[in-house]
């Protein structure tokens, strides 16, 4: 492959929102604005759930902000628009049913199984939505990982060195069962995934719960991507302990033939992580910076993108440096920009500069889109407001780009 990177301006407001109508740029840049105020954030993040489970008349005005940024709609049908708008600037997507996992019995999961096949088989359909994305916690029960997580923790706090196998022959036979139930339901759905030409994500979770949702993946790694790549495992390089993790990852795959599927995400629950580890008295999962979360990402682009015949990347960064990183190391081992193993993925709602002048140039680049009922999806934007007045300069820097592109317009 002999044809190299073109030039991107991630600067380039013009086409960076050129799908939004003036009303509804006008509209982002109140939303970026008032996430500004972190005090007013916090009080809004606080009240909003109490707000809706209580019942209170707030859903028409979290519908027409947060949600009307940052999902697609509340069902598989109001996504098509956003769909077919995003395919007219050759951008693809990541599908999410955007309802958050927790605990709940076996017809839940059962059914929870079943409409993520009904997503694939929509996602079938529709020419430029290539994966799905999926949280093991909405297909089992949260106590179960983290029983096995404790197990985990009480045999190296002994000293006794203990692989995933031994783990589950600690598990109740209640929980044994459990887990086969677990790995016959990824299953069902790799396999749906596989049979309809789709990829299927599987989200990383918390630290403690983290190591069996990774051989969740890797088992289905191993049995579905053999010659084409059908599951997706996710790495947060913002724990200290991922490269080393990404490197096994990538070892076992030429190790078994199978292609490893590695989305590249930081991170979502910081603050989180280090509070449970500072309450229980154990080590922080989390990098001590940000220049070490970068350098690692970094580090993970490089890895994977040296080894792009034997695995398929993802790079899912709002960070403009780590996608030019790409773009360049892409360029420099000749790489067309839309090879196969190559992907690059935002979220809806957020880096438009990215997303829109990646595919601009050429490239595989998708918008991370949830869909799902307004009240089912109250987590996920609570953690968008939350990441856009916490994140050092990244509302800062979509306001300034949507402000630049109000002056052009302008409004």
Known sequence: MSKTAPYINFNDTKKAFAYKSNQALKRARFLFTAMQFAPLVKLGTKITPWAIKSGLPVKGIIKKTLFQQFVGGETLEEIVAVSDMLNAFNVQVILDYGVEGGEGNEEKYEAETAYFIKVIQFAAT????????????????????????SNK????????????????????????????????????????????????????????????????????????????????????????????????????????????????????YMEKERARAEKMGYPSPIQPNKESTDRDYNQALRECLNRIESASIIVASHNEESNLLAASLSKELKLVPAHHHLHFSQLYGMSDNLTFNLAGAGYNVSKYLPFGPVNEVIPYLMRRAEENSSVSGQTGRELELINRECKRRNL
Request: with cysteine; net charge negative.
């Open 126 to 149: 529709r020419k430029n939505i290539p994966f799905i994305s999926i949280k093991i916690t909405g297909l089992v029960s949260l106590s179960l990982l983290e029983q096995l997580e």
């Open 153 to 268: 923790m009480t045999n190296h706090q002994n000293g006794i060195k203990i692989n995933f196998d031994q783990l589950l022959e600690n598990l109740s036979a209640e929980q044994k069962v459990q887990w086969l139930q677990l790995l016959a339901r990824t299953e069902q759905l790799c396999s749906a995934a596989a049979a309809a030409g789709i990829g299927i994500m599987i989200d990383a979770e918390e630290s403690w719960i983290q190591d069996p949702i990774d051989r969740v993946a890797i088992m289905m790694m191993e049995k579905f991507n053999k010659g084409k790549v059908v599951v997706y495992n996710t790495i947060q390089l913002y724990r200290w302990d991922r490269i080393d993790f990404l490197m096994h990852s990538l070892d076992e795959a030429e190790k078994g033939s199978y292609i490893a599927g590695i989305k590249l995400v930081r991170g979502a």
